[in-house]
């Protein structure tokens, strides 16, 4: 009886191997009311890559993609250097820790999307997208490790806070609101969307020091190379949600309150293990 056990044992373990998926299908949800996601970042990788840490400082890659939706230097060379692609390495490319790919397009409220993805037999699986309008709030997938067995698998992701920009929810067109110093509150045209000839610059990057673009905090500073704090807002945490009002001329925010708020979760992430 026992060599039997031992030998079921075996086999389940070799089975398990032989089951690690190279393609898998992966379906997103947004749910909420009246938010978008915009490009979806996906990540195969193994289990050294970290694209966030709740409790931790935001990276630069991950500023720019919770301010700007930005991935790659293709949406905005501004962040050459400083994005997920510089970070991971090209697109759709096996680099050793990890191979990832950018969903294009807006994923509107209440909508489903369907898509296979060659995780090229790496391990964790992580998905990003930021939530639009809002001033760096991004729902986040964090390091699930893949099934083995054939099946489908469900998820639901929260909407996190990157904490690298005050959540003023201002639109940058209003000037009668400015922070110390005198420099306007607001975001790129409409809260958390950029609008022409605005770059985001995350704070203390590059020897750039605080950023001069409208709506980012004024109080952050540098911790490294590559590596962001707002001493208002960080670190990375679950968001708080936007706090809106009812008017689009005054008042605190120039969001709807009863159209952009969302309770947690923000997305469903459901997962399929092909057969082999």
């Known amino acids: 009886m026992k060599l039997i056990k031992a030998a079921s044992a075996i086999a389940l373990a070799c089975s398990s191997s032989v089951l690690m998926a190279q393609t898998i299908d992966i379906q997103i949800t947004n749910l909420t009311h009246a938010q978008h996601f915009t490009p979806r970042l ?24 919770a301010e700007a939706g930005v991935i790659d230097d293709a949406q905005n060379a501004a962040s050459s250097g400083q994005n997920f692609e510089a970070l991971l390495g090209p697109t759709d490319t096996d680099n050793s820790s990890n191979t990832w790919h950018r969903i294009d397009g807006l994923s509107a409220p209440s909508s489903t999307e369907n898509y296979s993805f060659d ?3 790496k391990s964790h699986l992580s998905i990003l997208a930021m939530l639009i309008p ?3 709030a991004f729902v986040g997938l964090d390091s699930i490790k893949i099934p083995t067995t054939p ?36 975001g790129y045209g409409a809260p958390g969307v950029a609008g022409a000839g605005a ?18 905090a004024q109080d952050g500073t540098a911790i490294g190379a590559n590596e962001v704090v707002d001493g208002t807002d960080g670190p990375v ?40």
């Open 42 to 65: 996906v990540i195969a990788h193994d289990n050294t890559v970290d694209a966030f840490e709740p409790g931790l400082e935001a990276t630069s890659a991950l500023a720019w993609l």
């Open 119 to 121: 995780t090229m037999d």
């Open 134 to 136: 809002t001033n760096d």
């Open 151 to 186: 099946g489908t698998y469900t998820y639901m992701v929260n909407a996190y806070d990157a904490g690298t920009e005050l959540n003023d929810e201002l639109n940058s067109m209003r000037t009668d609101i400015v922070e110390q110093g005198g420099t306007p509150l607001g």
């Open 199 to 216: 770059s985001p610059v995350p704070l203390g990057v590059g020897g750039m020091g605080v950023a001069a673009k409208v709506g980012f």
């Open 237 to 276: 945490h679950i968001h708080r949600n936007v706090l809106g009002d009812t008017s689009l001329t005054d008042g605190a925010s120039d969001l709807q309150s009863t159209e952009h708020r969302w309770l947690n979760p923000v997305a469903r992430v459901t997962i399929t293990i092909p057969a082999p």
